[in-house]
């Protein structure tokens, strides 16, 4: 495996039990104990993957995973004392792309760091598909670049966000389930809950204003567009 996972985490027997099992499962492992000083050491290059805690001195996990999602896209994982729902959330609109409830088992934590790797080397490319680019309207996705286009102005947009565009814009006026969304955006193995569908169309309405992202009450979302709109 070798790939680098950075553990932010100030309790030294969590950092050492989960190093431990990490490393057993091939894995590289850097430990640190602050946010700060992983944020410096960020700076010199990202590791292939963050677990980070919430109740950090300093600097806390949110705002270092806000940090971390301004200039990458690697998985991040977090893990807290903290199991209400609010926090779950606040994590995966922050970006992350799993949470986890301290006390937790090491080997829970692993097989989720393992399908957070399988799941991002699996992606599908469609070879079969050759539009470049989506035009709907005001909108310009350009999937080789992975470039959006609002009113004429380049978006930036995270990876998940730039995913659930696409498959919007490739099926406008389809109506797609929560269920539906979370298996197509974050795989069939994912740990979390279909809120976190919600969150991403809420993070993508704000940053596209006026796209017309739809809610299908007690179903899902649909991107509705006029056929002369086009």
Do not use: H
């Not at 553990?7 to 499962?25: G, M, Q, S």
């Not at 850097?30 to 050491?41: F, G, Y």
């Not at 300093?58 to 200039?71: F, P």
């Amino acid at each position: 495996m070798n790939q680098q996972i950075y553990i932010v985490e100030d309790d030294a027997n969590i950092r050492d039990i989960v190093k431990a099992y990490l490393i057993k499962d091939g894995f590289q492992v850097t430990l640190l104990e602050n946010a700060e000083d992983a944020w410096q050491r960020a700076q010199s290059g990202q590791p292939e993957m963050w677990i980070l805690d919430i109740m950090l001195p300093g600097m806390d996990g949110y705002e270092l995973c806000k940090k971390i999602r301004q200039v990458s896209e690697v998985p991040i994982i977090i893990i807290s004392a903290k199991d209400e729902e609010v926090d779950k959330i606040l994590g995966l609109e922050l970006g992350s792309d799993d949470y986890l409830t301290k006390p937790f088992s090491p080997r829970e934590l692993v097989a989720r760091v393992k399908r957070l790797f399988k799941r991002a080397e699996a992606r599908p490319i469609d070879q079969t598909d050759t539009t470049a680019v989506i035009e709907l309207g005001e909108l310009e996705i350009d999937k080789a670049a992975r470039i959006v286009y609002w009113k004429k102005q380049e978006i930036d947009v995270t990876s998940k966000e730039f995913e659930m565009l696409e498959i919007f814009a490739q099926k406008p006026k389809r109506a797609f389930s929560r269920e539906e969304l979370l298996t197509l955006v974050w795989g069939d193995d994912y740990f979390g809950s279909d809120r976190a569908v919600d969150d991403l169309v809420k993070r993508l309405r704000k940053k596209l204003d006026s796209l017309p992202i739809e809610t299908v009450w007690g179903y899902g979302y649909r991107l509705e567009y006029d056929e002369d709109q086009k």
